[in-house]
């Protein structure tokens, strides 16, 4: 089976600025759970919006699923990221007008592969999901404005998780919430990926979550080369 995700060699400069990111190699497997730590503006998004196929690395190479992103055009590149990634946005990025379950079912809409995936109707995985991440019946018919933060954040992870993406991204979901919130969050998130069988790569600057994930590194030790936990 192809890895999840392999990067060699990468270097990535926004224009006019010195090189952010330079990162030697990482990879990680299928369903691997990775949380990538580091100070504000270190490039946390920056890296993120490489794997999802936003931005383009000015060298070297990225493959999701064994795909390099840079040798598809712009219009595959969407068309892989709808099929094979979910994001969890640090703002959500929720359409605030429609209702919870047609913000979750619409992130089939572009995706054959996701549709593909479901062993039930959209609605009925999407209100599986919800189920799941504890968000009550009441409120899936909605709008999403209606919701409290913490209500809106598990609505983004549903949107996230339907259709068994194979690589779930997340930049600092839990920002907003308080302690206690944040870890049952966490919990249900795992629970949902490994039901799934998603990886997640999961940006945070809250040391205080890593201690849930196998694989930790930060936006250091991968501009470091010699510095890199053995396998990442
Ligand atoms: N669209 C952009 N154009 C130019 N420079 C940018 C852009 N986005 C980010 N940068 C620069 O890249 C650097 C890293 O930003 P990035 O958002 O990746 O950091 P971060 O680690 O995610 O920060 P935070 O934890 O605050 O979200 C910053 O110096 C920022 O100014």
Known sequence: MAELLSIEQLSFAWPGQANLLNIDSLSLKPGDRLFIKG??????STLLGLLAGILKPNSGRLRILGQDLARLSGPQRDR???????????????????????????ALIFSPHKRKQLTASPK???????????LPD???QQPVHRLSIGQQQRVAAARALIGRPALVIADEPT????????????E?????????????????????LEPLFSHVTSLKQLNGANDAEPGL
Request: a negative charge.
């Open 39 to 44: 100070p504000s503006g270190s490039g946390k």
């Open 175 to 186: 920002s907003a919430l308080d302690a206690d919130n944040r870890t049952a969050f966490m």
């Open 80 to 106: 892989f990221r709808a099929n094979h990634l979910g994001y969890i946005f640090q703002q959500f990025n929720l359409l605030p007008y429609l209702p919870v379950m047609e913000n979750v079912t619409a």
């Open 124 to 134: 009925q995985e999407a209100a599986r999901l919800l189920a799941a991440l504890q």
């Open 188 to 208: 249900l998130l795992f629970a949902e990926c490994e039901h799934a069988g998603s990886g997640l790569v999961f940006v945070s600057h809250d040391s205080a």
């Open 138 to 140: 009441a409120l899936w």
